[in-house]
């Protein structure tokens, strides 16, 4: 089997329009590694759209799944019937359920390249805005915690900050970073950000780009740029 992604940007559809994102995904396809769409579009198209952007280049289907085992497994295979490379759980569902989603992946991976990317804290929350029910501890604890956990379970990705990169050097897992900008100060909601190259020289596999290039002149030459400055070019 091929590499599951040809370079490391995965580029955010982040938009409420399938139009749009299709022109867009149509634009970036070829030079992007993969396209991510969540429920701002899931919950309209569904699994047609996935369908039909998985024609372009692989998909991360970003839902997050966070239920019972069972219907975790199911939205799971779901996704990868519709054609997703990449699909998300959240961490905090605990050894059970990520231990069933790591055995469906084993399988589906028979089938072609396929990830779960266990979902740790997101990088919207900073010290300041976490759950209630988080214990009072640092964000790194808490990625550490959870992060072991699924690898305990048999996840092999993670979704993870930057921030946290050096943290987790000692995992295997493929390592996807959100909050990925060129430029710092443009960071908008995102908490916790890091410039391309770093982040992959501290370990992360791929990045994920979302306004940077939806709101570029040139979308398909903000792919290129993100790309090449992953490669420190």
């Given at each position: 089997m091929g590499p599951l992604l040809q370079n490391p940007i995965i580029v955010a559809l982040d938009l409420d329009s399938a139009e749009e994102a299709y022109k867009l995904a149509q634009e970036v396809g070829?030079?992007?590694?993969?396209?991510?769409?969540?429920?701002?579009?899931?919950m309209r198209e569904g699994q047609a759209f996935v369908q039909k952007l998985a024609q372009l280049a692989p998909v991360f289907v970003d839902m997050k799944h966070?239920?019972?085992?069972?219907?975790?497994?199911a939205g799971i295979q779901a996704s990868?019937?519709?054609?997703?490379?990449?699909?998300?759980?959240?961490?905090?569902?605990?050894?059970?359920?990520?231990?069933?989603?790591?055995?469906?992946?084993a399988k589906l991976n028979q089938i072609r390249p396929f990830k779960i990317l266990a979902v740790t804290v997101l990088t919207s929350w900073g010290e300041g805005n976490l759950p209630i029910s988080f214990q009072p501890k640092p964000i790194k604890e808490h990625v550490l915690d959870l992060a072991s956990e699924a690898e305990e379970a048999g996840i092999?990705?993670?979704?993870?900050?930057?921030?946290?990169?050096?943290?987790?050097?000692?995992?295997?897992?493929?390592?996807?970073?959100?909050?990925?900008?060129?430029?710092l100060?443009?960071?908008?909601?995102?908490?916790?950000?890091?410039?391309?190259?770093?982040?992959?020289?501290?370990?992360?596999?791929?990045?994920?780009?979302?306004?940077p290039i939806l709101q570029a002149p040139n979308p398909k030459e903000?792919?290129?740029?993100?790309?090449?400055?992953?490669?420190?070019?």
């Open positions: 070829e030079v992007a590694g993969a396209l991510k769409i969540g429920p701002r579009l899931v966070f239920d019972i085992p069972s219907t975790m497994v990868f019937d519709a054609g997703a490379t990449l699909v998300t759980v959240h961490a905090l569902a605990g050894k059970e359920a990520l231990r069933e989603c790591a055995n469906l992946e092999t990705g993670l979704v993870c900050s930057g921030h946290e990169l050096d943290l987790l050097k000692d995992k295997k897992s493929f390592k996807v970073v959100p909050g990925i900008r060129m430029d100060e443009e960071h908008q909601d995102q908490k916790r950000v890091m410039e391309p190259k770093t982040a992959l020289s501290k370990g992360a596999q791929a990045l994920v780009v979302g306004r903000a792919v290129l740029d993100y790309v090449m400055a992953s490669m420190g070019k």
